[in-house]
């Protein structure tokens, strides 16, 4: 009944797979289920119908209630046979089955029967299928079993008690905690597997106690763990305890760095790996530190197995990005695997040879790059275009080669994707090196000619007519977007239309020539294109009065983000208050927190789920405008993002969001119950503002309820003084009555207890008063402010890891946005200029430019120089440097 399935390799045509499952329906499989109710079992044939409905059960088939106890029923009258592979399968298929609990009484004998067994394989998979389908009170009656099957002579009987022991963890903790002194001497076991399982169940009992759990490191650390899978556990658990211990702390990192170095020295390929893994993902890991995990990664760089490389090129592609000149002693390996017969591990390889090559070897990357690229697919070429982007960033004076590069792929064939990742690359380059504007232009100009895609030919238009006006000659982009009128659809048309009327806005010497064009689109078969042919001609002409603000609206750059204006107007509600465009966020925020928790969700931040980052602002400003005590505090002017003020796995997650206003600021604190058993009322958080002297509490707003798993706010709000960026630090706890659930009912009892819970404590710094807001031009926007309101001084930051550190440091404090790709430092910099932009609160826009310098003590200077539309502003972001 074998039918053919899929083809395995379209150039092989006489190799085809077979499934024997293909075309099985559920009901013909229950009638086959009637052969477990014969007198005489045949083992094979109910081995094969179980093979069914396991099958069936994982491809998501449904079974009814009915359905279910009937195969249930007749599954548990195969436990007669002796016959060890149909025993084996019927414990598959109790578990998949989850009997409920009145059936499952109808198997417990036979499974504590087993369970207690001489055959193994019997005990251990009883043990395993009474833990998954019984509830907590028959666990109290077999725990006494379990305990001496954690430490069975039989690693496969310890190791199904173990794992069995990992799963109840999450459903009753409480039993499995008692089994720590066994679990403890499981760890010492001489199987690898169990002391592999043995060393994770321990780690999960203790994980919420650091103490202990540094305990359990250091006392495995020194002692002997054989087990390879164990030893990985181990550097995990190592690398755990180093990033909460702190990095600074020289008596707790050392250790456990030397342990994670000794462990390169292993035999097995894994442990040295995993070791190699977690050194170079430390944080704060310095070049010496890096070395040796450098060298062992280099080594499998030539393995003859696929997934050492594969794990090695990885490991190091990530190292690149923040050491890459730890990683250049391993390029010439790296060259070798560029014609690697795994395109993964060729692409990866590529990738870290463009963030680690030097000038000189960029000319011979772009040869072998291109003889590669036409054997991957799509998605591993955008990877490579990225990474030629940020090579061209880091040497500007390789734009020629790198241009033609992209230009050359560009005209390839590809996906959307791909060739929007190429045009994107190309915008970017043509923004942030000068001289790469003329040829990049022309470049776009050639790929619209031949463009498929509407969307990326509306874009390059738009583009063109931002960048083009500017360039030394811009004639000669005119046939290219007039050529568009006449080729393309009405969409592109109209886009080449508004392009050839910014073109005649910005240059005079082109006008009379738009104007003629202009002219003949007023012909066109789409009302859009004639339309706007027929605004831009009465504008540029003067037909119509216009004042600078249209003309600016019509041909200039546009500073809003379209998603944002574009989920304002959806939002607008026509009324006598005509729509405001200064009133659009100029900020994309991204989600408060959607992540999830091991043991739920954590809170997200708004009442409702966040449906993308546009809606995220304008929820927080509804969410907000519907409490009375907030509707007088005016416009919202930036909300944070969220802030943890508790641990993972705690019974209460709370995290919170500062809303700033011009006067106000508002915590609003996002809380989950996680544990449910319990109900929680009047959640409120007090709030202690003694070490933030200009802020005073004028509201709270308590939550009423917080069921098990259901999201709630609970706000505070506090005054500060007008357009100050007033600072401070928040002490947090949280207060609420606790109420019992019953498990069955879900009913809570009547009455409750006061309780409390510390929280993190939360900080109002200067950056919570500046939007990240970016401009396409700094040199223009820059001059456009002027040297009136300007403010320069200099600063000695101290000495420093890197320039790079010092550039960070300084970004996160002022909390910018960073321009024209200024925040990336080139490798050895020993100087170094940062470009910031962004909006004060008061709507006050705020450039920063800053110089960097490094000495040979490794100590940095920095030139702070600061244009904005109000001296004031000016001098209160020197404040915030010299404060900081």
Request: a negative charge.
């Amino acid at each position: 009944m074998a039918q053919s399935y899929v083809k395995k390799d379209d150039d092989r045509d006489d190799e085809v797979e077979y499934s024997p499952f293909m075309g099985i329906e559920k009901g013909a499989v229950l009638q086959e289920a009637r052969v477990f109710n014969d007198p005489q079992l045949d083992a094979r044939r109910c081995s094969q119908v179980i093979t069914k409905l396991l099958y069936l059960l994982n491809q998501g088939e449904t079974f009814t209630k009915v359905e279910a106890t009937e195969v249930f029923f007749s599954v548990t009258k195969l436990f007669q046979s002796r016959d060890l592979g149909l025993r084996r399968m019927v414990y598959l298929i109790i578990k998949e089955l989850s009997p409920s609990a009145d059936e499952v009484i109808i198997v417990t004998s036979s499974l504590m029967k087993d369970m207690n067994s001489k055959t193994d394989m019997y005990r251990a998979n009883a043990i395993r299928v009474l833990c998954r389908i019984t509830d907590g009170t028959l666990l109290t009656q077999i725990e006494r079993y379990l305990k001496q099957a954690v430490v069975d002579k039989n690693p496969v009987v310890a190791s199904a008690a173990l794992v069995s022991g990992i799963h109840l963890l999450q459903t009753n903790p409480e039993i499995v905690k008692r089994w720590s002194n066994e679990v403890q001497e499981a760890v010492q076991s001489r199987a690898a597997l169990v002391q592999f399982h043995a060393l994770a169940l321990l780690h999960q009992i203790r994980q919420n106690d650091r103490l202990a759990v540094s305990k359990l490191v250091t006392s495995l650390t020194r002692g002997n763990v054989r087990s390879p899978l164990a030893q990985c556990l181990l550097i995990r658990y190592t690398s755990q305890v180093i990033r909460e211990s702190g990095n600074n702390t020289q008596s707790g990192e050392r250790p456990f760095y030397d342990y994670l170095e000794s462990c390169l020295r292993h035999k097995s390929e894994m442990v040295i790996f995993e070791a190699a893994k977690a050194i170079t993902d430390l944080n704060g890991v310095t070049s010496r530190e890096l070395t040796p995990a450098i060298t062992v990664l280099q080594l499998f760089l030539s393995s003859s197995k696929p997934v050492l490389r594969f794990a090695a090129v990885r490991t190091l592609n990530k190292v690149a990005m923040t050491h890459p000149m730890a990683v250049t002693n391993c390029n010439i390996d790296m060259e070798s695997l560029i014609s690697d017969q795994n395109r993964s591990i060729a692409t990866l390889a590529i990738t870290t040879l463009l963030k680690t090559g030097n000038e000189s070897s960029v000319d011979r990357l772009m040869k072998q790059i291109t003889n590669f690229m036409s054997d991957i697919a799509d998605e591993f070429k955008i990877v490579v275009v990225e990474a030629i982007r940020s090579l061209c960033l880091k040497f500007p004076l390789k734009y020629r080669s790198l241009m033609n590069f992209l230009s050359n792929i560009l005209r390839e064939e590809g996906g959307f994707d791909y060739k929007k990742a190429i045009v994107d690359s190309i915008v970017i380059l043509i923004r942030d090196i000068p001289d790469a504007k003329e040829s990049g232009l022309l470049h776009l100009c050639e790929f619209i000619e031949d463009c498929e895609f509407t969307y990326l030919s509306t874009q390059i238009l738009h583009f063109l007519g931002i960048e083009g006006p500017k360039t030394l000659d811009p004639s000669k982009y005119i046939r290219y977007i007039y050529n568009r009128v006449h080729l393309e659809n009405a969409t592109v048309r109209a886009s080449a239309v508004s392009t050839l009327a910014k073109f005649g806005a910005s240059v005079d010497a082109l006008k009379p020539r738009i104007f003629v064009l202009l002219r003949r689109c007023l012909f066109d078969s789409d009302d859009e294109v004639r339309d706007r042919a027929t605004l831009y001609l009465s504008t540029l002409g003067g037909d119509i009065e216009t004042d600078i603000d249209v003309r600016d609206f019509l041909f200039g750059s546009l500073d809003t983000p379209l998603v944002n204006l574009e989920t304002s107007l959806k939002n607008y509600e026509p009324s006598e208050e005509a729509f405001d465009i200064n009133l659009v966020p100029k900020e994309v925020k991204s989600q408060p927190l959607a992540d999830k928790k091991a043991a739920g969700k954590k809170p997200t931040g708004l009442g409702a789920p966040p449906t993308g980052p546009a809606s995220t602002v304008d929820s927080y400003e509804r969410l907000l405008l519907s409490i009375p005590e907030f509707a007088n505090f005016g416009k919202l002017f930036k909300s944070s993002a969220a802030v943890e003020l508790t641990e993972a796995e705690t019974e209460y997650a709370v995290n919170v969001v500062k809303h700033i206003f011009d006067t106000h600021v508002v915590f609003q604190y996002n809380c989950i119950n996680t544990i449910p058993e319990q109900l929680l009322e009047d959640v409120i958080v007090i709030v202690d503002a003694s070490e933030a002297e200009e802020f005073s509490q004028v509201f709270s707003k308590p939550l009423r309820s917080l069921p098990y798993d259901s999201p709630g706010q609970t706000f505070v709000a506090f005054e500060k003084p007008d357009g100050s960026p007033a600072t401070g630090k928040f002490s947090n706890i949280l207060k609420f009555i606790v109420k019992e659930v019953d498990p069955t009912s879900g009913e809570a009892e009547d009455d409750g207890v006061e309780d409390e819970y510390q929280l993190e404590d939360l900080e109002v710094v200067a950056a919570d008063y500046i939007l990240k807001v970016p401009v396409s031009n700094f040199r223009n926007a820059w001059e456009s402010l002027g040297p009136d309101c300007e403010r320069v001084d200099e600063y000695g930051l101290g000495p420093r890891e890197s320039l790079s550190e010092a550039v960070n440091t300084v970004i996160n404090l002022l909390g910018m946005q960073p321009c024209e790709g200024t925040e990336v430092v080139p490798p050895n910099s020993r100087s170094h200029t940062c470009l910031l932009s962004g909006v004060f609160i008061g709507d006050v826009k705020v450039l920063v430019r800053l110089s960097f310098g490094l000495d040979g003590a490794k100590d940095v200077a920095m030139k702070l120089a600061v244009r904005s539309d109000d001296e004031t502003v000016s001098d209160a972001i020197h404040e915030i440097v010299a404060s900081g």
